[in-house]
């Protein structure tokens, strides 16, 4: 069973530019949430996709969007970058199982962006 | 909205010793989890153990357990037989249960293992 990859693992852009950020889930999980983890604090919740459609969304504005496929990979994008926006981006997968278990979410290694 | 509090930046622990991490946390969710997960500087963050709200038995994972008590808002993670691989920022993470897959993360613990 193939774990969450994410790619790039490390990319540097400037103030305004657009970037995107790849996700595959693993083997068997429909639903695919993003986390943005700036250095030295916990993750923030982006926003999470469950079979093709956006099903929650955390404080960020809309200029971070996202997508996901067939397949339950997904992109994140982000346009008119800003210097905040520089931090290290989560994906995680999942398949959720009701109340007889928590959705447990299995984690890629994280793309770093800086934004220069 | 929900809150968690690590009121620890930084916890060091000699080899073989017995640590604990503490996480508080605030909701008016009746039905959620609680996680402590692991990232050690590879950046992946691991499950180390999750709790139930409805379960009143206390979460074991090996040498990590933890202390449940929903009454105090309190989810603190013991680690017995500290091992060098331990070394690692440890957030506690809060999920309602209908959130689907949004977790809530503290600010994190830096906990180094010492030899």
């Known amino acids: 069973e193939t774990g969450v990859t994410q790619s790039p693992t490390h990319l540097i852009k400037t103030r305004g530019q657009q970037v995107t950020l790849r996700c595959s889930s693993q083997?068997?999980?429909?639903?695919v949430s993003w986390y943005q983890q700036a250095l030295g604090q916990g993750p923030q919740f982006i926003f999470q996709?469950?079979?093709?459609?956006?099903?929650g969304r955390g404080n960020f504005p809309p200029r971070f969007s996202g997508l996901q496929f067939p397949n339950y990979s997904s992109e994140l994008n982000v346009n008119a970058l800003e210097l905040d926006d520089s931090a290290l981006y989560l994906c995680?997968?999942?398949?959720?199982?009701?109340?007889?278990?928590?959705?447990?979410?299995?984690f890629g290694a994280g793309s770093r962006l800086t934004v220069l | 909205a929900q809150t968690v509090t690590q009121s620890q930046p930084e916890m060091s622990v000699q080899e073989a010793e017995t640590v604990t991490l503490s996480c508080t946390y605030d909701?008016?969710?009746?039905?959620?989890?609680l996680f402590w997960y692991k990232q050690p500087p590879s950046r992946q963050m691991i499950l180390v153990i999750r709790?139930?709200?409805?379960?009143?038995q206390n979460a074991t994972e090996n040498r990590f357990s933890v202390n449940f008590q929903k009454a105090a808002k309190s989810f603190s993670l013991k680690i017995s037989d500290s091992q060098l691989g331990d070394t690692a920022m440890y957030f506690c993470?809060?999920?309602?249960?209908?959130?689907?897959?949004?977790?809530?993360f503290g600010e994190g613990t830096q906990l180094t293992v010492n030899p």
């Open positions: 909701t008016s969710e009746n039905n959620y989890y």
């Open positions: 995680a997968s999942s398949f959720p199982t009701g109340r007889s278990g928590a959705n447990v979410l299995t």
């Open positions: 709790q139930e709200a409805y379960k009143q």
């Open positions: 996709y469950y079979r093709e459609e956006e099903n």
């Open positions: 083997s068997g999980h429909n639903t």
């Open positions: 993470a809060f999920m309602v249960e209908t959130s689907g897959s949004r977790l809530t």
